[in-house]
């Protein structure tokens, strides 16, 4: 069976675990966040991008478009493994196999959904380009419109957030849900990775900044951020 090559390539400790093939990019912090919330019992490996694991023929077994996080759940729906790739669609699942971080009722459940897919549609690749061209880029590209572009839509987008945080605690209202693990780890990369928080003016955005702070604090946050580190 293909997985098998997974496994042969990162060996499992703890077999009965969720395996998690990762990194502490933000996409890869949003599930080991989540997996952290839940209590699930999880064996991380680290998927160094920076050295190209994610295009070994192993990797590709588990994501075939090569990016991290990817996970195998060997306790998957009918007691049968299952293996997902987009962190979105990791996060949906996770939810529902716990019952935990997600409304249950369709309605509550819909506007979860609506939010997990802005979150990976539009804050993922437009903090990531921006992330890209302000800080890993600056060598290889001197012109100014990349860096314009996507400060201008990463500022929108937080606006976007910060009017919806005016008028809620968290993403979803009162409970934090996945929805708030899918998007913190983008705006604390602003800051932490990017070093990007002048640039952004991000003090403009001070709903944005009482919801960071308060995810921010959670125990499990700060032990996610270590989770598949280099
Ligand atoms: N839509 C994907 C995006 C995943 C993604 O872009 N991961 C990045 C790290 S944050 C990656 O693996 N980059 C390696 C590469 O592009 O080669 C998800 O949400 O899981």
Known sequence: MQLQLVRERWPAKHPSFIQLYSMNTPNGIKVALALEEMGLKYEPHLI??????????????????SKIPALIDPNGPDDHPISLM????ILRYLADKTGEFTPLDRAGRSACDQWLFFQVGHIGPM?????????????????????????????????VLDEHLQRHEYMLGESYSIV?????????ALTSAYKAAEHLQLADFTSVTRWEAICTARPAYQRARQVCAL
């Open 86 to 89: 987009e962190s979105g669609a």
């Open 48 to 65: 160094n991008i920076l050295e190209d694991d994610q295009f070994t023929q192993a990797f590709k077994v588990i994501n075939p478009n």
């Open 127 to 159: 903090f990531g380009q921006f992330g890209h061209f302000f800080k890993y880029a600056v060598e290889s590209c001197d012109h100014p419109y990349p860096v314009q572009r996507y400060t201008n839509e990463t500022r929108r987008l937080l606006g």
């Open 180 to 188: 708030d693990m899918a998007i913190v780890p983008w705006v604390e």
